[in-house]
């Protein structure tokens, strides 16, 4: 089935520097999905990314999908403490015909240092 | 957007009982997700509760053991059946519109 592998699965940083996590798929992905989950919260829709390429950016954070389509990654310049919790990405389900089922990868747990 | 309320918010359950989570959306959806999250991990899709049909379930997942419900378009729950430890997770809610909404969650302690 479609997997999607997501690395590094922990990230420590000093506040202040940057942070980025990569997603990368077995299969084109028609559009891929970024989530933040704060320490014992819920996930948190971030972005949704969907052309080939694709660039976006939301203050500090910076999306990016890749030509093929196959990955993807996350990049936060200057990282503050409000910025910690686990950064997950997600593809659609396998199996399609669900609309709304998703793949997640296994997240990147991000820490910052004051 | 959507406001998912999902209960109850944590709970600590003797092995060999049952708990039944409870979710409902502030609007009508056709599909809602029902996910768990195991300590530090990432989420799992358990199956996809359809109104008016039987739950879909994903590979490693059957109705015995996590029976759902869907009696209409704005609840659903899910039944986690005679629990072991290894069911200790956080359960998840979730529904659609082009982004994923999620529910508080619950956090499952079995002892």
């Known amino acids: 089935g479609q997997q999607v592998m997501q690395i590094p699965q922990y990230q420590h940083v000093q506040e202040g520097e940057d942070f980025t996590t990569y997603c990368n798929s077995s299969?084109?992905?028609?559009?891929i999905q970024w989530y933040k989950q704060r320490p014992g919260g819920h996930p948190v829709f971030l972005i949704q990314?969907?052309?080939?390429?694709e660039v976006k950016k939301q203050k500090r954070l910076t999306f990016q999908f890749g030509e093929a389509k196959k990955n993807s990654s996350l990049h936060i310049t200057a990282t503050q403490t409000t910025d910690v919790g686990t950064y997950f990405c997600?593809?659609?389900?396998?199996?399609?015909?669900?609309?709304?089922?998703?793949?997640f990868g296994q997240g990147t747990i991000l820490t910052v240092h004051p | 957007s959507a406001v998912i309320s999902q209960k109850p918010s944590r709970d600590i359950c003797q092995r060999g009982t049952s708990l039944t989570i409870q979710c409902q959306v502030d609007?009508?959806?056709?599909?809602m997700f029902w996910y768990r999250q195991q300590p530090g991990q990432s989420l799992t899709l358990i199956a996809t509760?359809?109104?008016?049909?039987?739950?879909?379930?994903e590979s490693g997942f059957v109705i015995d053991k996590f029976p759902i419900s869907r009696p209409n378009l704005t609840f659903s729950t899910l039944t986690v059946s005679n629990m072991s430890p290894e069911d200790s997770s956080i359960y998840l809610c979730?529904?659609?519109?082009?982004?994923?909404?999620f529910g508080q969650g619950t956090r499952l302690t079995v002892v």
């Open positions: 990314l969907v052309k080939s390429g």
């Open positions: 997600a593809g659609p389900g396998a199996g399609g015909t669900s609309y709304g089922k998703l793949t």
């Open positions: 509760a359809n109104q008016g049909s039987e739950a879909t379930y």
């Open positions: 299969t084109t992905l028609s559009n």
């Open positions: 609007s009508q959806v056709t599909m």
């Open positions: 979730s529904v659609v519109w082009s982004e994923a909404f």
